[in-house]
């Protein structure tokens, strides 16, 4: 017997058909004999061969199902993709509120398992949105819930990311300098104080500049030392942290937005340096010993920033190319890293 089309839902009204459905696979949802499908679920049985659907009387093909989903709900193309794309590789999986979906772990059933991820199912021209992506970590989280994202390209290629809020932590002890005095050049700030110099490097900040011990320091470095005891001088004027700050958002505009998630950073026992060759803001160690292998790329972003799909991903893969992990640092009054990474099913 068929299953029918009533208003967004098919029905498989035979109850042998609907416990054959249900016991393989969890289709579906049992209403007494009867079993409820949702439209991308009687879309993969048919596509299957495993039900035929009838829409007021008439018997419809693949695509005439599939158009009827698409005109039920905008992101049906997308979201059939990647429920199929689980479904062929064994999983179960089963929508959700707000046309999400639950992922079994893989062996994992309803009977026996809770869903362990919240799956999204987004095209590559839908917006990215850091603020939309906490929100469903949050919400996943409450879920005991991972969130992957299911990503369809122009052509129907589907990649996979999984999402998480992370705290990083280090071990570097950064003890605040007592006292000492830099020199302001144009972009950056000169250390020529020997003692001050060597102190600044066990604390991993600043680079030797000649083989006398002078140390050049960045804005942001500079900006972080006058709020312990750096005086900071130009043309023999001393200036105000007021004044450096001004100064330095000219060169370098978004100074005071880089700042908050540099300060943070240091505070977790991480050591911070530009990451410019790696097209993020920072790349970020886990002490002081920066000769070795930084783990991290850190973007800063503000709240409400959206971008593409496309930039996300050249992130995503430039960090995994240099075997380092992408971090994402929401700015404001407090500090959120997302960590993204690829992955496959």
Known sequence: MAGIVIDTQVIIPDEAEANQNYNKGYFGQRQGSQLILDLIE???LQETGRVTIEKDGKKLSLPELMNFGIAQHPNFEIGYLVYRDFRRRGYIIR???NHQFNLYPRGGAPHSHQPKYEVKALSERRQFSIDNLIYWIKTGNEKKQKIILGLVDEEGDLTYYIAQLFTPKGNLDDTPIKKGQATLLDDRAMVWDKKLACQLQK???GRNFD???AVQLSLLET???MEENLHVVRDHTKLTYNEFMERATRIQPDMQFRIRTYKDLRKKGMVAKTGFKFGSHFRVY???DIEGHAPF????VPRGFTSTWTEISRAVRLAHS???QMLFSRDGDQIDYVKIRRITP
């Open 297 to 300: 790329l850190v973007h800063v």
């Open 322 to 324: 240099v075997r380092k």
């Open 286 to 288: 886990k002490g002081e």
């Open 223 to 225: 900006a972080y030392l």
């Open 95 to 97: 929508l959700g509120k």
């Open 203 to 205: 604390r991993a900040i």
């Open 42 to 44: 009687a879309t993969f």
């Open 211 to 213: 083989d006398n011990g």
